[in-house]
T-cell receptor, first 116, second 114 residues
Framework: AQKITQTQPGMFVQEKEAVTLDCTYD???????LFWYKQPSSGEMIFLIY??????QNATEGRYSLNFQKARKSANLVISASQLGDSAMYFC?????????????FGTGTRLTIIP | EAQVTQNPRYLITVTGKKLTVTCSQN?????MSWYRQDPGLGLRQIYY???????DKGDVPEGYKVSRKEKRNFPLILESPSPNQTSLYFC?????????????FGPGTRLLVL
């Protein structure tokens, strides 16, 4: 079974609208972390936001927020007031365990295109 | 400036010609890792290292070698590259420890094997 599933290969969104990128995960470990990365056309991986399995509140970083629904095992990224510069590939990733396991497992990504 | 550097950034080579992609970090991180990115597959871990002289296989290690002789460097070696190793490669590092610690990624190396 896929550990990280991103079901939207591509999305087109009008500028200034909010957008939600879906991510579901699968783990039996009670301690895990969920990450979102942005990859613009230049190729670098940019860390956006983190959510821990024990965090009581949804993570927020500026225009980015994470809609964390633990029972449903989903960790959707919400971008408010989208901008042209948000056009990029977005990856959801998970790290399992408390210490020692540094491996990130990635989803297949969602390509977001913002339309002017 | 804290960073992970990779060289070269772009490489075209031919089947069977040994190559090395270097990776260096200046953050004194314990943990380093190599990923490859392919369309429709996301990023997959090739090898990782928990510390100097400690390396282990990731999900797709076939055809690759690594070494960790110094803490800051973690080169990726393709001893006999094949066309199916054409990919975008990322090196990453982190300090290790708590689960909320993110990994810092290098800029990527685009490899084409003819």
């Amino acid at each position: 079974a896929q550990k990280i599933t991103q079901t939207q290969p591509g999305m087109f969104v009008q500028e200034k609208e909010a957008v939600t990128l879906d991510c579901t995960y699968d783990t039996s470990d009670p301690s895990y972390g969920l990450f979102w990365y942005k990859q613009p056309s230049s190729g670098e991986m940019i860390f956006l936001i983190y959510q821990g399995s024990y965090d009581q509140q949804n993570a927020t970083e500026g225009r980015y927020s994470l809609n964390f629904q633990k029972a449903r095992k989903s960790a959707n990224l919400v971008i408010s007031a989208s901008q042209l510069g948000d056009s990029a590939m977005y990856f959801c990733a998970m790290r399992e365990g408390d210490f020692g396991n540094e491996k990130l497992t990635f989803g297949t990504g969602t390509r977001l295109t913002i339309i002017p | 400036e804290a960073q992970v550097t990779q060289n070269p950034r772009y490489l075209i080579t031919v089947t069977g010609k040994k190559l090395t992609v270097t990776c260096s970090q200046n953050m004194n991180h314990e943990y380093m890792s190599w990923y490859r990115q392919d369309p429709g597959l996301g990023l997959r871990q090739i090898y990782y290292s928990m510390n100097v002289e400690v390396t282990d296989k990731g999900d797709v290690p076939e055809g690759y070698k690594v070494s960790r002789k110094e803490k800051r460097n973690f080169p990726l070696i393709l001893e006999s590259p094949s066309p199916n190793q054409t990919s975008l490669y990322f090196c990453a590092s982190s300090s290790g420890g708590e689960v909320q610690e993110t990994q810092y990624f290098g800029p990527g190396t685009r490899l084409l094997v003819l």
